[in-house]
């Protein structure tokens, strides 16, 4: 730890160095270490009021999180197309029959009215 701390030293004692050699003082120093950690909380805040406009009634959940579950459902939707397309593939004549066979066959029996009245 006590080693740690001893290089950030070093190198800070460097970075102020070589700034004071390209002409910047100490309070412009501090002017951009102000800047830089204002604009890092207001990134910050940014971030969880984008949590709180965006949250439902029951929790924040983050973006990420929907992604995954709409990248889940569209991936059970592929796998269930493949398999009915590898079937389609694999039967191809089997399809092409029962569909000749469901075409032939209504539903509804053709009956006239006069059949229906009586029956």
Do not use: C
Not at 4 to 27: C, M, N, P, Q, W
Not at 38 to 53: H, N, P
Not at 67 to 78: D, F, L, V
Not at 100 to 117: D, M, N
């Amino acid at each position: 730890m006590a080693d740690k701390i001893r290089k950030a030293e070093v190198r800070l004692h460097a970075l102020r160095t070589f700034f004071k050699d390209e002409g910047y003082s100490d309070e412009n120093l501090r002017d951009i270490i102000k800047r830089g950690e204002e604009k890092r909380l207001g990134s910050l805040r940014a971030g969880v009021t984008k949590l709180i406009l965006n949250a439902n009634n029951e929790l924040a959940l983050p973006k990420a999180l929907n992604s995954w579950k709409e990248y889940t459902a569209n991936s059970k939707k592929a796998k269930k197309f493949k398999k009915t397309l590898l079937n389609f593939l694999e039967r191809a004549d089997l399809f092409q029959a029962f569909r000749t066979w469901k075409k032939a066959t209504s539903l509804v029996p053709e009956v006239s009215k006069q059949e229906l009245i009586e029956a």
